[in-house]
């Protein structure tokens, strides 16, 4: 509030004016007038004031006029402890500024100048008069119902910690623009259009979005491929996709002959939607410009003015941040996506038995981590099966993961021992020549035996134990030849024991990811798996390990899971083995299924 304060002088006489005659004198006042009872209603008002105010004079009187008037430069209620005339009325002395703000009768807001000064009324009731002046003509007023102003600071302030917190908290590029789609349409603008710049200097124009009841509706005609950023191009965008600056624009911006194909496309645009008034700001990283954020209204009768571009660009500037983000670690899941692909092995073909396995990474961490199987021939002929886990959800678990599975096809192959001497080889080279830091495995070897039946021989190094499944529906874990986990520098004997694999029987190998849950036991965990895997005993193998995947699996883990599944040839099919070139059944998205050579990710 700008202005001077007269105070009253002590003992003054104010004129004393019959009430019946106020409204006659406030006529011969040559600008907007009118006076108030001591209590602020409006007792009288001159012709000036109700044209000035767009107002009857019906709607003045008796009507308190700072209720009636008096608002903040946003057309919101002025609170009467912010108010300078308040305050002096009730002081009951002279005074005047300029800068305030009043409510028209036609909704406008119209900056004003005003004085006050104690008038007496029939020389007995005191009263205020109060002469008004426009800061500017009234056709020019703003409309109330959108004022142009940019937000109040606490409202800035909070839409941008919003902005922070929801941007922030996913890592998925898709979400971000999704989040901060909603985050502007409706608060700030009718229309949002977002444009990216790929990896490949490319333009893509990735969403075009307006506000309609509470729902954003997408328009994919308008969406899709953009052409290449001029580089000396002047329009708006051409200059944010460069991370020039945030600039204003509307239907009359490329009204002209286009310098570029990117012009085309927002004449195309501004047509399309209706925008009549438009921001657009460059969505930046630390590292790069990744596009432009473009701010569009059409029902909104008020224009974007350059103080909304603070604004803007500070929401602009989070995002990229954020897509920066969500980009770097989609192009680090990628990479260890592929990783985790090479890394899974192709399932022997054994005559007599069916294998599979399946992968399920973790859903939180890059998409690859330290849980592996393998399965291999080796030089006497045996099968080996392995499944293991190694500490981490990351690349180095998977290049620890791929180092362990390399040396421990190396010594078995090599060596034509028992597991127990395999698994203490590898337990020995572990600590030396890895960078695994402590790991559990199993290992096994299944054989047929001269009568026909098949035999597993096996070690455990801190691993969960194997569950075996017979035709008939019994199932129980293979708790024997169980050992201290991988890297502890603790050298104890390691056992290792055998038992028959009955015809059609099912063996399933897992990491613990199968069984975890939280707020449960592992104990808990493996009587889930027992009771499902014995349900699913006459499943087809493939079918079996998917169910297995599904049901006992729990949805909130964020751990990965191998799975590892060998069904012994039953009495009536002892050449079974080719079952194992059948697809396997649908498994969970994100799932590598191995099945006999073919490997697939669904």
């Known amino acids: 509030m700008t202005g001077a304060e007269d105070a009253a002088t002590p003992g003054r006489r104010y004129p004393a004016i019959p009430a019946g005659g106020l409204t006659e004198a406030l006529e011969a006042i040559g600008t907007a007038a009118y006076v108030v009872d001591e209590e602020g209603s409006v007792l009288a008002v001159n012709a ?11 709607e003045f009187l008796g009507r308190d006029a700072h209720d009636l008037l008096h608002r903040d ?68 007023a703003r409309r109330l119902e959108t004022p142009a102003d940019p937000l109040p600071e606490l409202e800035r302030l909070a839409l941008l910690a919003e902005t922070t917190t929801r941007l922030t908290s996913t890592l998925d590029a898709e979400e971000t623009l999704r989040r901060l789609l909603a985050l502007v349409v409706p608060r700030l603008a009718d229309w949002a259009v977002v444009d990216l710049i790929t990896e490949r200097d490319e333009v893509w124009r990735a969403a075009v979005v307006h506000g309609e009841n509470d729902t954003l509706v997408h328009h994919e005609d308008l969406q899709g491929p953009m052409p290449p950023v001029p580089e000396d191009s002047p329009m708006p965008l051409s200059r944010a996709l460069r991370g020039v600056a945030s600039t204003l624009a509307g239907p009359q911006t490329y009204q002209q002959e286009p310098d570029s194909g990117i012009a085309v496309e927002q004449h195309r645009l501004f047509e399309a939607t209706g925008i009549r008034s438009a921001a657009i700001a460059p969505i930046r990283s630390t590292r790069a410009v990744l596009g432009a954020l473009t701010l569009g209204r059409t029902k909104d009768p008020v224009d974007f003015t350059t103080a909304d571009l603070p604004l803007l660009e500070d929401i602009a500037r989070r995002a990229g941040l954020a897509l920066d983000n969500a980009r770097l670690y989609q192009r680090q899941r990628k990479v260890a996506e592929t990783m985790q692909n090479h890394l899974l092995p192709q399932m022997p073909r054994v005559p007599g038995l069916q294998m599979t396995a399946r992968y399920l990474p973790a859903p939180d961490a890059s998409q690859v981590g330290g ?58 080279a572990v600590m030396h020549i890895t960078d695994v830091t402590m790991a ?163």
């Open 371 to 428: 849980d592996w199987y393998d399965a291999f021939s080796l030089s006497d002929g045996a099968t080996a099966l392995a499944v293991g886990d190694v500490v981490g959800h990351d690349l180095e678990a998977a290049a620890g993961m791929a180092q362990l599975r390399n040396m421990l096809r190396a010594y078995a192959w090599a060596h034509q021992e028992p597991p127990s001497r395999i698994v203490a080889r590898l337990d020995e």
């Open 440 to 602: 559990t495995t199993i290992f096994a070897r299944v054989e047929e035996r001269d009568d026909g039946h098949w035999e597993l021989s096996w070690t455990n190094a801190g691993h969960p134990p194997p569950l075996l499944i017979s035709h008939d529906g019994l199932a129980r874990f293979l708790t024997d030849g169980h050992g201290i986990l991988l890297g502890t520098g603790v050298r104890t004997p390691r056992t290792e024991a055998t038992t028959p694999l009955p015809p059609g029987s099912t063996l399933l190998l897992y990491t613990d990811g199968l069984i975890e849950a939280p707020g449960q036991t592992l104990d808990e965990g493996l009587e889930r798996l027992r009771r499902h895997a014995a349900a699913l005993a006459h499943r087809p193998l493939a079918s079996f390990t998917d169910q297995v995947l599904r049901r006992v699996r729990d949805v909130t883990n964020d751990d990965d899971v191998a799975l590892l599944a060998v069904r012994a040839p039953s009495e009536h099919d002892p050449d079974s083995w080719s079952d194992t070139r059948r697809e396997p059944a649908s498994v969970p998205r994100a799932t590598w299924a191995t099945d006999d050579r073919d490997r697939q990710r669904p």
């Open 48 to 58: 000036h004031a109700e044209q000035l105010l767009v107002r009857p004079a019906e």
């Open 73 to 140: 430069a946003h057309g919101h209620h002025l609170p009467r402890s912010r108010c300078d005339m308040r305050q002096a009325f009730h002081a009951g002395r002279t005074a005047q500024a300029d800068g305030d703000y009043f409510e028209c009768g036609d909704g406008s807001l119209l900056p004003v100048s005003w004085m006050i000064t104690p008038y007496v009324v029939d020389g007995r009731e005191a009263g205020t008069l109060v002469l008004v002046h426009a800061q500017r003509p009234p056709e020019t």
